[in-house]
């Protein structure tokens, strides 16, 4: 064995280098960089809640397997759908309850009773929770802030004479009161107020709460003029997440606020999915597709907008084998099964609906 010998002089080099006052040096130095990259972790935590993005709690990051197409986004969430909770009334609990069961995680809904009964969704969420051993953080809820103009008179959630600060502020609070929770994943406004200065008013306030916390990301909801959605994101300091809207023939299917979607990092959510595009999905066309890759018309027309990466539709089903069938194809999605194996096959089914383009 080959003994490698220190020279004094190397002995007494290493020696000097490790003083009592150099340890102390050192100790300071990487306490020093220590702090340093904690504030740079926590400054950077601090500017991506004001950007507005939401936390998935424990259903974690996943990347969209998309590696065949290039339309496509890839996003950091997981693909997935959004219960929507509109007309259930008295029965709201139950289907939320149910949705949850099939596997749903992500709920939508409004304070605005007139079409939403926002404390069943409360209630059907808790119930589920408890039922499957799931926490707050397990669920993701989104609700809205609805103005007087979209409210029932007979049956308002605020009073509609008083400024728009309180009736927003009275409509949040009695979300977390009706959603059983003290914030929610996302808020909504839903629909653009009649003058762009009172959108920015309202939106300054929801951009107020994230800041203290009790809301994790804004959205935007009806909003169908680019000119109107690319307004309120270049005047909003903390942008856009969520852009809920009617995805259909009479609005060219929002090809250009999409794209604007797919360029900013902004959720589109679909609603009237199915209902509107009734006719495309039960062409026998559309119909032979779906089920050669095993699916129906529905779940594959839920297939491809996940595909695309940045929309997610909001499903309402009531029926149990739907939600069934719906949870299904979003997790044969998370799992990479590749249902569009291309541009070429996404076109081709955007064809079948007449959309201009993806
Ligand atoms: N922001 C807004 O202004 C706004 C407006 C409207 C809606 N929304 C939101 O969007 C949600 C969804 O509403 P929506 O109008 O899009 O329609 P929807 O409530 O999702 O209705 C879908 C229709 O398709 C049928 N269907 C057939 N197969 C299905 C399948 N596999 N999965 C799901 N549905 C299937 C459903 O019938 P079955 O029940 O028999 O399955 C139902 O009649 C609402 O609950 C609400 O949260 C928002």
């Known amino acids: 064995m080959v003994r490698i010998k220190k020279k004094p002089d190397q002995l007494a080099f290493f020696a000097q280098q490790f003083t009592p006052a150099r340890h102390l040096f050192n100790l300071v130095l990487v306490g020093v960089i220590g702090l340093i990259v904690c504030m740079f972790l926590i400054l950077q935590e601090k500017e991506e809640r004001m950007m507005g993005s939401s936390s998935m709690g424990s259903m974690g990051a996943h990347a969209l397997s998309t590696t065949a197409l290039s339309i496509a986004t890839t996003s950091k ?12 009334k008295d029965d709201t609990a139950h289907y939320v309850h149910e949705a949850i069961k ?20 409360g209630n059907g969420w808790t119930e589920a929770a408890q039922e499957l051993g799931l926490d707050r953080n397990d669920i993701w809820l989104q609700t809205k802030f609805t103005a007087p103009n979209g409210q029932d008179p007979n049956n308002m959630p605020y ?27 996302s808020w909504v406004l839903h629909s653009p107020l009649p003058t762009m200065d009172q959108t920015m008013e309202a939106w300054k306030i929801m951009e107020h709460e994230l800041e203290n916390g009790r809301v994790r990301q804004l959205g935007i909801s009806n909003c169908y003029s680019l ?15 969520v852009l809920q809207n009617r995805f259909y023939q009479e609005s060219n299917f929002d090809t250009e606020l999409r794209q604007f979607c797919k360029e900013h990092g902004i959720t589109y959510q679909s609603f009237w999915t199915l209902t509107a595009n009734r006719k495309a ?27 695309l990466g940045y929309i997610t539709p909001l499903c309402g089903t009531t029926d149990l084998d739907h939600m069934k069938q719906d949870v299904a194809v979003v997790k044969r999605i998370q799992q990479g099964d590749v249902l569009f194996a291309g541009d070429d096959e ?8 007449h959309m201009p383009d993806l």
């Open 281 to 307: 999905l039960h062409s026998s066309e559309l119909t032979a597709l779906a089920t050669s890759h095993g699916e129906t018309a529905q779940t594959y027309m839920y297939a491809f907008l996940m595909s």
């Open 227 to 241: 000119e109107q959605f690319q307004s309120i994101y270049n005047q909003a300091t903390i942008k856009p997440k």
């Open 102 to 121: 099939a596997g749903f995680r992500h709920i939508d809904t409004a304070c605005q009773p007139k079409h939403y009964n926002e404390a069943g969704v």
């Open 77 to 88: 969430k997981p693909p997935h759908l959004v219960y929507g909770t509109a007309w259930k």
């Open 159 to 185: 009073d509609a004479s008083a400024p728009l600060k309180e009736q927003m502020l009275t409509s949040l609070e009695t979300s977390l009161k009706n959603l059983q929770t003290t914030y929610l994943n």
């Open 346 to 353: 996404l076109r081709a089914f955007a064809k079948l609906l």
